[in-house]
């Protein structure tokens, strides 16, 4: 019988893709990091079911943002909108849709074509959201100010994965805690636990959760 395994990928224009991999009982089988030269020779060494990425697949064709960030915006998540004029695009800030965006790329030409709300998703790149998963899973924003430190952010995420069981001893740092939720995210995907929230046309934003909440309050607690 063939493992389901889902591959989180964390982006950065700087250190580098910060990689988890989950099998279908939450238990994390390998942790890693690699450039874009190498992304594609670890999804074929990994086989994953799912691949799971922190990043749009693809810059907007027109307008701010996307109907997936307004979404989340107004149900109280908050996220960074994707642009589409060119000047904003290349602004030093959206390095890393880039290098979502050739993340992306490289799967496809692996074999995992971009999920964009329609048809399986086993054997799919999905679009997440590591904050947007904690959210959904504990059913509450993370208190204010949490963003100032990341070893809060670290923390109130990490404790998303403790709630299931999960063993996040190999997760030192918030970014591979994000690769962990999502490839958690991917898991879910996988047993049909989960909604995607946008328009085909811009890329949907994968969520863990079959309850898509109308508002997310925030908590007092870390």
Not at 20 to 35: H, P, Q, T, Y
Not at 170 to 177: A, E
Request: aromatic share 8%; charged share 25%; net charge positive.
């Amino acid at each position: 019988m063939m493992k389901t395994l889902a591959l989180g990928i964390d982006v950065s224009l700087s250190r580098g893709l910060d990689l988890v991999l989950m099998n279908e009982r939450f238990e994390i089988k390998d942790v890693g990091n690699a450039d874009l030269k190498e992304l594609a020779h670890v999804i074929r060494e990994w086989s994953p079911s799912i691949i799971a990425i922190d990043s749009p697949p693809k810059f907007r064709v027109e307008g701010k943002s996307r109907s997936a960030e307004r979404e989340l915006n107004r149900r109280g998540i908050k996220i960074f909108y994707t642009p589409s004029d060119s000047e904003t695009c290349n602004r030093p800030f959206y390095g890393w849709m880039k290098v979502g965006h050739q993340c992306f790329q490289l799967a496809s030409e692996c074999g995992f074509e971009a999920f964009y709300g329609i048809g399986p998703i086993e054997r799919r790149t999905i679009e997440v959201f590591p904050h947007a998963s904690a959210v959904v899973l504990r059913a509450c924003c993370p208190p204010s100010g949490w963003q100032k430190k990341k070893s809060e952010k670290r923390q109130w995420r990490l404790r998303c994965l403790e709630a299931l069981g999960i063993d996040a001893g190999r997760l030192g740092t918030v970014d591979q805690v994000d690769a962990a939720l999502a490839a958690l995210t991917g898991v879910y995907a996988l047993n049909n636990c989960f909604v995607s929230v946008g328009h085909p046309s811009e890329g949907v934003i994968v969520l863990p959760t079959k309850q898509f909440l109308d508002a997310y309050p925030r908590t007092s607690e870390g």
